[in-house]
């Protein structure tokens, strides 16, 4: 199982893959992780009660890496902790823009790649700073993969 390691401004978080229910997004994510791709971007949509969003190399939601995956829609529900992938109306369109849900979106499922679940660091989760786009938004210091 793959593991990865959020480095926010607002503490760790650790994050489970679905390897087993979205293998090309979990793919993709790592190479970007271990890339440094995401070292100092920002989550640059966050709506308390529902999600964060970052992985835009923009920071303006309208930026991602150079390679599309095409969707993965499993049957994890977008629950609190979930991680998904952001895209754009074409169901193909994830790059490298992904969301942690803060509550319960269940309306999202089957309609998003849920790729991973927040294990630990949620409070660093709700910590990050609310605004679309926030005044002050929350910076990654470093996503790296890890071992178990």
């Not at 995401?38 to 966050?46: A, P, S």
């Not at 979106?105 to 790729?115: E, G, I, K, S, V």
């Not at 679309?132 to 990654?140: D, L, Q, S, V, Y």
Request: proline share 5%.
């Amino acid at each position: 199982m793959t593991k990865l390691k959020l480095e926010l401004e607002t503490g760790d978080v650790i994050i489970e893959a679905f390897d087993d229910k979205a293998p090309k997004h979990v793919e993709q994510i790592a190479r970007l992780a271990e890339d440094g791709f995401y070292d100092g971007l920002t989550f640059h949509r966050v709506i308390d009660g529902f999600m964060a969003q970052g992985g835009c190399p923009d920071g303006n939601g309208m930026g991602g890496a150079d390679e599309n995956i095409p969707a993965e829609f499993n049957d994890t529900p977008h629950v609190e902790g979930v991680c998904s992938m952001a895209r754009a109306q074409d169901p193909n369109s994830a790059s490298s823009q992904f969301f942690i849900c803060i509550d319960d979106a269940t309306f999202l499922d089957n309609q998003y790649t849920a790729w991973g679940r927040v294990v630990e660091g949620m409070d660093a989760v709700h910590a990050i700073h609310k605004g679309e786009p926030p005044k002050n938004p929350t910076k990654i210091k470093s996503f790296r993969k890890i071992d178990d």
